[in-house]
């Protein structure tokens, strides 16, 4: 199985500042096709897991656009320009390039 | 707008087989567009794919490797459901069980987009 890892594990963030996470595969996930088959998800408190980036870079519906992701290969990133108080949650990296979809550790943002 | 809802019991006895159910509404099990599939989360191992059903031209199963000896997932096109059965069970698989549909674009994998509410599973006798 690809194993992902993430970091940091925990991110305090003060509202209106910007935050990142990183993703690191264990095999590069771009496709021949030129997509990178790494998806971004948060887990907002008590709730399933909603899908916030597709294929590294694309906002899934109703995604705000302050979210944004980028990377290739094995080094990917998801920001967030400015944190709001509903973003708080515990966000996942997941590569779907092999099934078996395996998902990094989850990273904890909360609000300072 | 696509819902899942999950049903099956909480609560599963050692040994026994562990059986949830996830009724779709706003899509059809049978859409060639899709896959579904189910999800497990528990604080020790996180979340984990567990497999998946879809139908192009015919119905295929897909299952983690670690499971393949005790899964089955099956479509139910005349109730538009399908349903995890997980045998065997030990406290180990205790965990929230999710459904989800995992959605494509152009061909390419877009994640999965709609998601079960969970169901907690606690194997314990």
């Known amino acids: 199985d690809i194993v992902m890892t993430q970091s940091p594990l925990s991110l305090p963030v003060s509202p209106g500042e910007p935050a990142s996470i990183s993703c690191r595969s264990s095999q590069s996930l771009l496709h021949g096709n030129g997509y990178n088959f790494l998806h971004w998800y948060l887990q907002k408190p008590g709730q399933s897991p909603q899908l916030l980036i597709y294929l590294a870079s694309n906002r899934a519906s109703g995604v705000p656009d302050r979210f944004s992701g980028s990377g290739s290969g094995t080094d990917f990133t998801l920001k967030i320009s400015r944190v709001e108080a509903e973003d708080v949650g515990v966000y996942y990296c997941?590569?779907?390039?092999?099934?078996?979809?395996?998902f990094g550790p989850g990273t904890k943002v909360d609000i300072k | 707008q696509v819902q899942l809802q999950q049903s099956g019991p909480g609560l599963v006895k050692p040994s026994q087989t562990l059986s949830l159910t996830c009724a779709i509404s706003g899509d059809s099990v049978s859409s060639s567009s899709v896959t579904w599939n189910w999800i497990r989360q528990s604080p020790s191992r996180g979340l984990e794919w567990l497999g998946r059903?879809?139908?192009?031209?015919?119905?295929?199963?897909d299952y983690a490797v670690s499971m393949k000896s005790r899964i089955t997932i099956n479509p139910d096109t005349s109730r538009n459901r399908f349903s995890l059965q997980l045998s065997s069970v030990t406290p180990e698989d205790t965990a929230v069980y999710y459904c989800?549909?995992?959605?494509?674009?152009?061909?390419?994998?877009?994640?999965?987009?709609?998601w079960g509410q969970g169901t907690l599973v606690t194997v314990s006798s």
């Open positions: 989800a549909r995992n959605a494509y674009s152009s061909g390419n994998n877009a994640g999965f987009d709609h």
């Open positions: 997941m590569q779907a390039l092999q099934a078996s979809f395996t």
């Open positions: 059903t879809y139908y192009k031209s015919k119905w295929y199963n």
